[in-house]
């Protein structure tokens, strides 16, 4: 994770209006969804920016810029010029763990919110943030892995993840107004509210849900899960979603 920086109001918009941001209550929320990780028994190491490091305010979606699938941890190159010196920090940090990375290399562009895997199946989104070269970069690095890497065309999010969510079942929540193609999916089960389709699985039965999802709730309890509600409602006003808060290993 990584704590939102004062900039965070000049984070980058494609499809909503821009509202202003309460910095206080985005740092409140994201201590807050911290807190729910721990208490799940995630370790939670956080990205800490040298005092040299430019300014991000994109930095706390730190799901964008690393991603971890079946062992290989990609850094990304984002489409937005303005977020790429958000690696500088993440490399930093993941050499300080001793992690190795493939990162995505120029013409491709790659944001860790368009890869949503479903059981052995890696979707990868290709729209405004990733590209055909960096999804050619995505099946190469993940040619050993055993997974297969489906495209799916974007035209009505600005990534896969904030149209669909993976649930450990199999099953792929979405919010139909975002979806080109619910066909794609094996099992897809539509959600009432675009934050229906942001559910992080936590562990066990536990499913992380925004606060702006409250219908959606009970779609994950009929299928057999337990919602942990956390507002996120100033990331939102970014285009922010609960799996771009986090990079999970």
């Not at 201590?31 to 939670?44: C, I, K, M, T, Y």
């Not at 709730?217 to 799996?243: C, H, N, W």
């Amino acid at each position: 994770m990584r704590c939102p920086e004062p900039g965070l109001g000049e984070a980058v918009l494609s499809f909503i209006d821009r509202e202003p941001v309460v910095l206080e209550r985005a740092v409140e929320q994201w201590h807050r969804l911290r807190a729910e990780l721990e208490s799940a028994g995630w370790q939670v190491v956080v990205v800490e920016p040298h005092e040299s490091d430019p300014d991000c305010p994109d930095g706390a979606f730190v799901g964008d810029a690393v991603v971890s699938v079946a062992g290989r941890v990609v850094l990304t190159r984002s489409a937005v010029e303005s977020r790429r010196p958000e690696r500088t920090a993440i490399r930093r940090t993941l050499a300080g763990m001793h992690v190795r990375v493939a990162p995505i290399r120029r013409p491709g562009t790659v944001e860790g919110g368009d890869l949503v895997r479903v059981g052995d199946t890696l979707y990868v989104g290709v729209g405004t943030r990733t590209n055909r070269a960096g999804l050619a970069q995505v099946v190469r690095i993940m040619q050993a892995s055993g997974l297969r890497v489906v495209p799916v065309p974007l035209h009505k999010s600005v990534q896969l993840d904030s149209a669909v969510a993976a649930l450990p079942c199999g099953t792929v929540l979405g919010y139909p107004p975002l979806v080109d193609d619910p066909s794609v999916f094996d099992d897809f089960v539509p959600v009432p509210e675009p934050g229906g389709a942001h559910a992080l699985p936590l562990g066990g039965d536990q499913v992380l849900l925004p606060a702006s999802a409250p219908r959606s709730a009970q779609t994950v309890v009929d299928l057999g899960y337990t919602p942990v509600v956390v507002d996120i409602s100033e990331f939102e006003k970014r285009e922010g979603t609960m799996t771009c808060l986090v990079a999970p290993f």
